[in-house]
Each structure stands twice: as structure tokens, then as C-alpha cells.
């Protein structure tokens, strides 16, 4: 069955430092990788995502994530993280031959503190 | 343009009455989901929805559960003789879905908090 697993529930992180989040899925077949954020208080919200070709994705906050595929991983990094990055995060997966629901992680909380 | 729009954002009711849970997709997607969000249970798939294919409901929990999409756009699901388990925060999602494109983005709405008494 396809999973994903996230492996931090909460991440508690000074500003200014940096930021890992594990992601890891099991899912046969080519597949489409996902990060999502929740900020308090909003909806869901595409924060990064991987269809093909380079396998490291950046957005224009300073987010990245890498997919290995040996490893079957979609980690999501930052440098330096601040007050406003406090969200819930979630990894998603899907299938690359179709458009088809969406599998996601149980989410990550992080909370940034001053 | 606008986005995906549920409503209501807020529903309470008693256990054992039925409920309908509204959702507006962004304009021209074809694709439509509904997803369960609960404490300790994450982000769930329910059902989907793409043009005029028959939808996938392998994700529903039970038959008490059912969703109707309408001229392609708008979809209700509706919960009937509702539970205290069924309290979550139910989300609709849309994407343009275009044929043989298997790279697809789903855009998520805010959400419908439903409360079980």
C-alpha cells in the first residue's frame, strides 16, 4: 500500500536555524512529490513540488527539498528559518500515469520561537 | 482568479442527523477531491471526481458517506446519520486534471470543520 512517512510530529527551532524535515514514501511506479504547508488559521497551502528532472526543487522563501529516489525520500531543508515559517508541514505523493488522490504524511508541526 | 470554496467553514449538529458539505472548485478544473483531516489520522482521501468518469469513492468509510459533483463543477458530500468519529475538518481540492497529463497540482479550500454532538 502506498504510505508516507514523516518522521518528526514536532520540530521546535530557534530563528535562524536551519531546517530538516524527513520525508520518506513507499509508492510503486513514477510518482509526483509534494510539500504542503498549513499556517495557523489558513488552508492548505502548495509550498513545493517535484514532477521530473532536477530532483532538488526551491521556492523564493529559501525552502528546498531533494528527491533520491534510491533512497525514496523528499526532505525538506531552509537555512535560516523564521518566526513567520511556524506552519504544519505535510509530504504528499502521488502518481505520475494519472491524476489520482493525493497520500500524505501525517504532518510536521514546527514552531520557531524568537 | 478565485480559489477552491467550501461551505459552511463552521458546521455543528447532533449525532445521528444528516449533513451536506458544499464545495466550489476553481473554474475549468476537472478534477475535484474531498479529503478528511482528523487528529490522529492525518490527511485522508474520500473521493474523487474527474469529468465525467465515474468517481472513485474507495477512500469513503462507509456508506454513510456519499458525494455528487453536478454539471462538472460544484459537489456536495453528504454525511448521514452522522457520528462523533465523523467530527474532522473535511477538504475539497480541485486541479485542471488535462488529459494525459499525469503532473497535476491540487489547489486545497479552507476547509469545513464539522462537529459531531
Known amino acids: 500500500a502506498q504510505s508516507v512517512s514523516q518522521h518528526n510530529h514536532h520540530v521546535i527551532l530557534s530563528e535562524a536555524a536551519s531546517l530538516e524535515l524527513g520525508c520518506n514514501y513507499s509508492?510503486?511506479?513514477?510518482?509526483?512529490l509534494f510539500w504542503y504547508v498549513q499556517y495557523p488559521g489558513q488552508h492548505l497551502q502548495l509550498l513545493l513540488k517535484?514532477?521530473?528532472?532536477?530532483?532538488l526543487v526551491k521556492d523564493i522563501k529559501g525552502f528546498e527539498a531533494e528527491f533520491i529516489k534510491s533512497k525514496f525520500s523528499f526532505n525538506l531543508r531552509k537555512p535560516s528559518v523564521q518566526w513567520s515559517d511556524t506552519a504544519e508541514y505535510f509530504c504528499?505523493?502521488?502518481?505520475?500515469?494519472?491524476?489520482?488522490?493525493?497520500?500524505f504524511g501525517k504532518g510536521t508541526r514546527l514552531s520557531v520561537i524568537a | 482568479g478565485a480559489g477552491v470554496s467550501q461551505s459552511p467553514s463552521n458546521k455543528v449538529t447532533e449525532k445521528g442527523k444528516d449533513v451536506e458539505l458544499r464545495c466550489d472548485p476553481i473554474?475549468?478544473?476537472?478534477?475535484l477531491y474531498w479529503y478528511r483531516q482528523s487528529l490522529g489520522q492525518g490527511l485522508e482521501f474520500l473521493i474523487y471526481?474527474?469529468?465525467?468518469?465515474?468517481?472513485?469513492k474507495s477512500g469513503l468509510p462507509s456508506d454513510r458517506f456519499s458525494a455528487e459533483r453536478t454539471g462538472g463543477s460544484v459537489s456536495t458530500l453528504t454525511i448521514q446519520r452522522t457520528q462523533q468519529e465523523d467530527s474532522a475538518v473535511y477538504l475539497c481540492?480541485?486541479?485542471?486534471?488535462?488529459?494525459?497529463?499525469?503532473?497535476?497540482?491540487?489547489?486545497f479550500g479552507p476547509g469545513t470543520r464539522l462537529t459531531v454532538l
Open positions: 481540492a480541485s486541479s485542471l486534471a488535462l488529459p494525459g497529463l499525469g503532473t497535476d497540482t491540487q489547489y
Open positions: 509508492y510503486g511506479g513514477t510518482v509526483n
Open positions: 517535484y514532477f521530473s528532472g532536477d530532483p
Open positions: 504528499a505523493v502521488n502518481s505520475n500515469s494519472g491524476n489520482t488522490p493525493l497520500v
Open positions: 473554474s475549468g478544473h476537472t478534477a
Open positions: 471526481f474527474q469529468g465525467n468518469s465515474a468517481p472513485d
